[in-house]
C-alpha cells in the first residue's frame, strides 16, 4: 500500500500484490500514468528492506529515504524475543519475565514489574538484551537532529562495546545493532521528517479487520478493491466522474 501522509482523509493512493522492488516499480508507472511526476516525490518513508530501499533509490531518485522508528524498535523487540527463548531452553526464566521484557514499561503490571527486576538482577541475558532495547527510548527522546545523532553514535558504540564479547547467544542483538548502524541516516532523517508509518500502520489495522469479518480475502484483486473502497477518495472520484 501507498499512502500520501498529507492528505487528511483517505490518503490511499495504490495498492500492489507482493513484496518485492517490482512493487514501487509497479507504484511509479501508477504516478506516470495519472500524470504524475516521480521527481516531485519528496520523501520516502519505509522500513529497512534492502529490496525496498533499492527499488526506492531507482524509481525515485530525488527522494529521501525516512526509516521509520517503528521498525527500528521492532528489530529490538525480535531479539529481545530471541534471547529470550533461546535462554528459556537453558534455565528456567522467572514466572512472566520473558513476556514482560518485551512490554513497554508504561504498560506492566505489577506483577511484570517485579518479574522484570529481578531478571536484570540475575545475571540473565535476556535482561541484558532488554536494557538494550530500552535505551531505545532515550534516543527517541532528543529533541533536535543534531541530538538525535549524537545519542544514535551513543548507543550504537555503547551496545556494540558491551556485546562484542558477549555470550553467542546476545548474537541477534549484535546484528540489531549491526542493521541500525547500516541505516543510521534514514534513522537520523527522521527528525527533520517529521513523516511516519503509524498512520499506514493503523490503516492496515482497518484492512485487515475487513479482511477478517470476510472470513478472509483469497484473490488479491478483491483485498484491493476493499482497501481502495475504506481508504482511497472513491465516492469523490465517482462524484466527479458522474458530474462530467
Not at 531507482?58 to 529490538?76: G, K, T
Amino acid at each position: 500500500m501507498f499512502i500520501d501522509p498529507d492528505a487528511s482523509e483517505s490518503p490511499v493512493l495504490f495498492v500492489t500484490p507482493g513484496q518485492d522492488n517490482e512493487c514501487v516499480k509497479a507504484f511509479r508507472a501508477f504516478l506516470l500514468e495519472h500524470h504524475g511526476e516521480s521527481t516531485r516525490i519528496a520523501e520516502v518513508v519505509c522500513d529497512m528492506s534492502a529490496v525496498f530501499l533499492a527499488a526506492a533509490a531507482e524509481s525515485f531518485s530525488r527522494a529521501a529515504v525516512v526509516v521509520d522508528w517503528f521498525h527500528v524498535v521492532q528489530i529490538f523487540t525480535t531479539a529481545v524475543e530471541r534471547v529470550g527463548g533461546t535462554e528459556a531452553h537453558r534455565c528456567t526464566l522467572l514466572k512472566g519475565a520473558r513476556w514482560a521484557s518485551l512490554k513497554r514499561t508504561e504498560a506492566l503490571t505489577a506483577t511484570q514489574s517485579q518479574a522484570l527486576e529481578e531478571l536484570e538482577t540475575g545475571g540473565f541475558a535476556t535482561a541484558d538484551a532488554y536494557r538494550a532495547k530500552a535505551m531505545l527510548r532515550w534516543v527517541r527522546k532528543a529533541d533536535a537532529t543534531q541530538a538525535a545523532h549524537w545519542r544514535l553514535c551513543r548507543f550504537l558504540n555503547d551496545i556494540s562495546r558491551r556485546f562484542t564479547e558477549a555470550d553467542s547467544i546476545l548474537v541477534p542483538v549484535r546484528d540489531a545493532v549491526e542493521t541500525v548502524h547500516r541505516h543510521a541516516k534514514g534513522i537520523i532523517r527522521r527528525w527533520a521528517s517529521g513523516y511516519a508509518n503509524a498512520r499506514l500502520e493503523a490503516l492496515n489495522g482497518l484492512f485487515q479487520a475487513a479482511r477478517a469479518r470476510a472470513n478472509g480475502y483469497r484473490i488479491a484483486a478483491t483485498i484491493a478493491c476493499i482497501i481502495y473502497l475504506i481508504g482511497a477518495p472513491i465516492t469523490e472520484l465517482l462524484g466527479a466522474t458522474l458530474s462530467t
